[in-house]
């Protein structure tokens, strides 16, 4: 089963896709965030060409574990994915990926340009790899 990983943002969501076994998450290019129309379509193609059954989308809880406005943001997108494409949307914590995908992206000796670039991907691949890992 394939499943696709996100990392949402409102401007750029990092996308993720596992192998068909599960095991592994691969990063797909960031999807750079313009009308809600646009952003399904881009999606869409991904949840054809890869054969998503599944989606998970990180859910960013506050270090104390409470729900602040960006998770009711999250809870809205979840919606209209799960109305949109017809597939389950599980809700992963996520709180700090972007910031180890930062500093995973830091101590590698990429520059800040190219850091920029590929942070929203490397977060979903976190968010989906912890998801896996826990399965």
């Known amino acids: ?11 750029r969501i990092g996308v993720a896709v596992c192998d068909e076994l599960g095991i592994t998450a691969q990063g797909l290019p960031t999807l750079i965030r313009q009308t809600k129309k646009h952003d399904l379509e881009i999606l869409s193609h ?3 060409d890869y054969s998503i059954q599944e989606i ?15 998770c009711e943001k ?3 997108f979840t919606r ?3 109305k949109t494409f017809l597939l389950p949307v599980m809700k992963w914590p996520e709180t700090l990926s ?3 995908a930062e500093e995973i ?7 800040w340009r190219k850091r920029k670039e590929k942070v929203d991907q490397l977060a979903a691949c976190l968010i989906l790899q912890s ?3 826990n399965l």
């Open 1 to 11: 089963m394939r499943i696709l990983g996100l990392d949402y943002g409102e401007k």
């Open 46 to 48: 991904w949840i054809l």
């Open 56 to 70: 998970v989308i990180g859910y960013p809880l506050r270090l104390d574990g409470s729900e602040g406005i960006q």
């Open 74 to 76: 999250v809870n809205r």
């Open 80 to 82: 209209l994915l799960e």
């Open 98 to 100: 972007t910031k180890e």
């Open 105 to 111: 992206l830091m101590s590698s000796g990429v520059g």
């Open 131 to 133: 998801y896996l890992d």
